[in-house]
């Protein structure tokens, strides 16, 4: 099997923490993978581990010095460096994290960051104290919603001794995550998506509503996974206890219809829509201004009107954009999906059986199935929600440079 490194130029930033010792590892394990690797070190850095270390391994000029007369003469490594094909921090402090955040350069890691353009992950590491600062998360955040790829720390013991959140991932994670990265290239760059996620609630009363089980979680990890790949997101959110993702414009509402006014504001500045809400199919005629009183054993009854088909009349109003939608069935899903595809006038749908247990609202995995217009039938295995939203955004790719006229 060829590796998907061999050729690629990569640079690893080490900044200084304990952690120092596992970038040894992980430069050992690129090389193996047949990366180019170049090192560039912080001042702090080679307090823990010796730039021969990392020369050695590399086979190539490590970058430590900003103000050396060998290194600022001839230019020649730090160049290749800027143009490598990703910038990987492991490990990255508390310290060297807060730099990038603000583009602020003391040493050669620092200086490189700010002059490097292409795709960066970081792998934070430091004590649990340090990462739970607010300090430090709003940092993190603000590099997210640039576009840079973080690979989470894990739980374990730390060097101060306690056992908490902030060793740094495992080397052959952060491994994993590089060969993720370099896979997916910024194949959406500059993509306008309209992405709606959650569930909606219909009310009966202030208090009382009718809703379904749906997390967001699947239209979240869309937008995520749209947003590392380049695009501009727009995600219009029903009620979920998920986090805003940065990066991105989020618009919340509760109903059908709030979801309905959203998604038509916005539709013609979309090229792309992936309609992932589970949308209620049916509410209340009326919303009581007051909470509905408990009349004895008398039974209450109900009048449910359909809600608006967003589906439906987006079909009416596109003007050439990629449509989306999602399918949750418990029978014949397949033949549903299909019909519903057709009906809907849509590019694509993915279906998920949410019958089946494990999988589907609420899980952090699913297993679903893409159909197209074509009539191409694509039955994926249960895979996270996050590995869901990249295949799907790889079908999307591919339909888009293959039409280009499609999404514009
Ligand atoms: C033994 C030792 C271990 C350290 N480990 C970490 C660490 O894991 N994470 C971190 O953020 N800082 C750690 N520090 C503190 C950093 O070395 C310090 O904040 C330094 O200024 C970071 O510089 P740099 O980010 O420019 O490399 C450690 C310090 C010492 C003395």
Redesign the pocket.
């Known amino acids: 099997m060829t590796s998907s490194l061999k050729g690629k130029k990569i640079v690893l930033g080490v900044?200084?923490?304990?952690?120092c010792y596992k970038a040894v590892e992980l430069l050992r394990l690129l090389v193996k993978e047949g990366a180019r690797v170049f090192v560039v070190m912080?001042?702090?850095?080679k307090?823990?581990v010796t730039p021969l270390t990392f020369e050695a391994l590399s086979r190539n000029p490590v970058y430590h010095k900003v103000f050396d007369s060998a290194d600022s003469a001839s230019m020649e490594h730090i160049r290749a460096a800027e143009a490598a094909d990703l910038l990987v921090v492991a490990?990255a402090?508390?310290?060297?994290l807060g730099?990038m955040a603000h583009g602020l350069t003391d040493?050669a890691?620092?200086t490189l960051f700010v002059a490097f353009r292409g795709p960066v992950l970081v792998a934070p590491?430091?004590?649990d104290g340090?990462y739970d600062n607010p300090a430090v998360r709003a940092n993190i955040e603000t590099m997210q919603s640039r576009g840079i790829g973080f690979i989470d720390p894990e739980v374990g013991s730390?060097?101060c001794g306690v056992v908490g959140l902030?060793r740094l991932a495992e080397p052959e994670k952060i491994l994993a995550a590089v060969r993720d990265r370099l896979a997916r290239a910024w194949d959406l760059a500059g993509r306008q998506f309209l992405i709606t996620a959650g569930p909606t609630r219909e009310f009966l009363d202030p208090v009382r509503y009718i809703s379904n089980p749906s997390s967001g979680k699947m239209g979240y990890a869309v937008a995520e996974a749209a947003r590392d790949r380049g695009a501009q997101v727009t995600l219009i959110s029903g009620p979920t206890p998920l986090k805003p993702p940065p990066g991105m414009r989020v618009f919340a509402c509760k109903t059908a219809q709030e979801m309905r006014t959203l998604v038509l504001d916005h539709l013609a500045s979309t090229e792309i829509l992936v309609m992932t809400a589970a949308v209620g199919d049916f509410a209340p005629e009326q919303v009581q201004k007051e909470k509905i009183k408990k009349q004895g054993d008398e039974p209450i009854q109900i009048r449910l009107l359909p809600t608006p088909d967003i589906l439906r009349e987006v079909a009416k109003s596109k003007t050439g954009q990629f449509v989306v939608g999602f399918a949750a069935e418990t029978e014949n899903l397949v033949e549903s999906a299909r019909e519903k595809l057709l009906k809907k006038d849509l590019d694509m749908i993915v279906a998920n059986d949410v019958s089946a247990p494990g999988i589907g609202f609420q899980s952090d995995t699913n297993q679903v199935t893409f159909l197209d217009r074509s009539g191409t039938v694509e039955q994926l295995p249960l895979l996270s929600k996050r590995e869901i939203a990249h295949r799907l955004l790889d079908r999307i790719a591919a339909k888009l440079s293959s039409n280009p006229q499609t999404g514009s």
């Open positions: 900044s200084g923490g304990i952690a912080s001042r702090n850095a307090k823990f490990p402090t508390a310290g060297t730099k040493d890691l620092s590491a430091m004590n340090m730390l060097a902030g």
